[in-house]
């Protein structure tokens, strides 16, 4: 029996609990269980943005309506026809919220493999790779927590990275400030980190009142404010804008208040009531953020094996800071079961929840 968390398309507010009987597994494809994965406001994210970026195409539900939200986890090889990857082997990768999922390796080696299934062909290559623990130099075997970490931080972080990567590589189109919303996401604060590590601009964070202890604890921003404090930013700065909430009101009150706006990118839906779209906005035009088109650029421009390395010591800079701080940035919890996951899945998405907690979750005991 297969255990599926489906989510209604234009009301995610709305989930039903899917149970069918197990896919059998084809020649060449593999059977992985779902043992834990990641629950953020990235995954709301995807879901809020599933229609216009194709996010629901990983794991077609066949109905219009509902989808699956794809999570990034760990999975155990439980059965396989294929001959090159072997039952027990245990992969990082782009999962379904479910209990188990039935992939068709490609170029399958010792590194992992990619999901071959067709309908996935037209899809982003980053999100069908399956990596492989026992080769994957971000598996840390001596850290007793190194799958949480991976699963709540690894694919933020890549992104912030990316978005960091991004404005410096457009010298922060001559601001002079970074303004981050949503700065208690992970995704936010890994930006935040990477940009006051360059220190090549002013990081501020805008955040709920009740996040601003948090935002201030990390040591990240340069300046914390609450949403309603966008007065204490001087309206002639030279800023660039990095939208992680995706607060329409927010954004036109920016756009509106801040005449020489640079930039203006959109990251994510963490305010996903509250989204809307970018039309009729005063000044600069905003833009979507695609995380692949700037992997795609510095791989070209680096090749693949110096992009992997900066990357990787960037990853390992920010979860040591992320693990060690006093007191540490993320302390992830796990639970597991039905009702677990529904409730947890209900609390990120109304963005409830101490802002330090990582929710790793799984359907099984």
């Not at 597994?25 to 834990?36: G, H, K, P, T």
């Not at 986890?73 to 209990?99: C, K, L, N, Q, W």
């Not at 509250?274 to 600069?284: C, F, R, T, V």
């Amino acid at each position: 029996m297969t255990t599926t968390l489906r989510v209604k398309k234009d009301d995610l507010k709305m989930t039903q609990i899917f149970e069918t009987a197990s896919a059998p597994v084809a020649a060449d494809q593999v059977r992985l269980s779902v043992d834990r994965f990641a629950l953020t406001s990235n995954n709301i994210t995807y879901a809020a943005f599933g229609n216009a970026m194709n996010y629901w195409g990983f794991y077609p539900t066949g109905e219009d309506d509902w989808g699956i939200i794809p999570v990034w986890g760990f999975g155990t090889v439980i059965e396989s026809t294929h001959a090159d990857v072997a039952v027990g082997e245990r992969f990082y990768g782009y999962y379904p919220m479910a209990s188990d999922v039935v992939l068709s390796p490609a170029r399958a080696n010792p590194r992992g493999f990619a999901d071959g299934v067709p309908h996935r062909a037209s899809l982003h290559a980053v999100y069908n790779q399956y990596t492989n623990c026992a080769s994957d130099p971000f598996y840390d075997k001596t850290a007793t927590n190194t799958e949480d970490i991976q699963s709540l931080l690894r694919p933020l972080f890549i992104t912030s990275w990316l978005i960091d990567d991004f404005f410096a590589d457009n010298q922060f189109f001559g601001a002079s400030a970074a303004i981050l919303s949503s700065a208690s996401s992970k995704t936010a604060y890994g930006t935040a980190h990477e940009m006051k590590k360059r220190g090549d601009v002013k990081v501020i964070g805008l955040t709920s009142s009740a996040n601003v202890a948090f935002c201030q604890s990390l040591g990240c921003y340069d300046q914390v404010l609450t949403y309603d404090e966008l007065e204490k930013i001087d309206s002639n700065a030279s800023l660039v804008y990095v939208d992680f909430a995706g607060n329409a009101a927010l954004r036109r009150r920016i756009h509106a208040g801040f005449s020489n706006l640079k930039y203006s990118c959109s990251i994510g839906g963490t305010h996903v009531t509250d989204l809307g779209s970018g039309k009729d906005l005063a000044g600069i035009k905003p833009v979507l953020f695609f995380a692949p088109a700037q992997v795609k650029k510095r791989t070209e421009e680096w090749g693949g094996a110096e992009f992997g390395k900066r990357m990787f010591m960037a990853w390992a800079d920010f979860t040591k800071t992320v693990t060690t701080s006093n007191p540490p940035w993320l302390q992830s919890q796990y639970q597991h079961g039905l009702a677990e996951v529904s409730k947890v899945y209900a609390e990120v998405l109304a963005g409830k929840g101490n802002p330090r907690t990582g929710q790793m979750l799984s359907f099984h005991p």
